[in-house]
């Protein structure tokens, strides 16, 4: 089986994975007495576009950020519903409107529709000298920032959770600007957002009395993750393809 041929077997794979888990879970939960309905349809569906724009994206087909407008809308309104403003505030002011900013820069490299894959790149070492310590200086501020809004809005505060709020944000906002650049590296902070991500709802999961419907969350970060290895896997290779074709420019609508 070549390259193309597994990409497509995997990603069409995982996608049935996920919406028949979705569909199983949200079945079972609809059937609890404490269950919220309308959260419980709004993660359930938030999760399958999500994943489809993932899959999308791994594979370098622009169409991932039409999935992913709709991925965060509902993200937006799950993460506000559980109190998680780091997460809600990332969706609604930097992701959404990056979504738009992506589809410009993916065209401007080569990615036309479904079957045109976009242009990929890799960082120098001199970006990556100053993007490394920025992102750690990042999470430091973000923490700081989450916690003392939790402790003037919550009684008790889980420090672990606002922990990884953080860097669920910090990663995220890097990875998308590597992700509306085209740039290799970003499957790294995606990976890390996962992880946070699995951790972050985790953890609300058992804490929560709306754990009704963050299990579909929780259940959706882990397919991301998976899918998150195999996008750097896949743009490993297209960066060494289009290596050379063009000089990274100093600026970029994502960096401004």
């Known amino acids: 089986m070549n390259d193309k041929r597994f990409n497509q077997w995997f990603s069409a794979i995982l996608m049935t994975l ?7 879970i949200t079945i079972f939960k609809l059937q609890q007495p404490d269950a919220r309905v309308l959260m419980l349809l709004i993660a359930a569906l938030g999760s399958v576009m999500g994943v489809a724009s993932t899959v999308l994206s791994a594979n370098g ?5 039409i999935f992913g407008i ?12 559980n109190g998680i403003w780091g997460n809600f505030g990332l969706h609604l002011f930097y992701f959404l409107p990056m979504q738009f900013v992506g589809i410009w820069q ?10 045109s894959e976009v242009q990929a790149r890799k960082l120098t070492g001199k970006q990556l000298a100053w993007i490394i310590p920025a992102v750690c200086g990042a999470l430091a501020v973000v923490y700081v920032v989450l916690l003392q809004i939790k402790l003037h ?12 709020d953080a ?3 910090t990663f995220n906002i890097t990875g998308q600007i590597l992700m509306s650049l085209a740039f290799y590296e970003q499957w790294y902070l995606w990976i890390l957002v996962n992880i946070s991500s699995i951790f972050l709802w985790g953890d609300t999961m058992l804490s929560s009395a709306a ?6 969350m929780f259940i959706k970060y882990c397919f991301y993750l998976v899918n998150s290895l ?5 743009w490993y290779h297209l960066s060494h393809h289009h290596q050379g074709q063009e000089e990274v420019p100093g600026h970029g609508a994502g960096c401004c």
Request: glycine share 4%; hydrophobic share 55%.
């Open 153 to 164: 809005t919550a009684t008790e505060v889980d420090r672990m959770q606002v922990f990884f």
């Open 211 to 216: 754990s009704s419907y963050t299990v579909v």
């Open 18 to 24: 996920m919406v028949v888990v979705i569909v199983v």
């Open 106 to 115: 993916w065209r401007k490299r080569g990615a036309k529709g479904a079957k």
């Open 61 to 65: 087909i622009i169409w991932t950020f």
């Open 70 to 81: 709709l991925d965060v809308v509902f993200c937006c309104i799950v993460a506000a519903d």
């Open 167 to 169: 860097a669920v944000t």
């Open 230 to 234: 195999n996008g750097l896997r896949i």
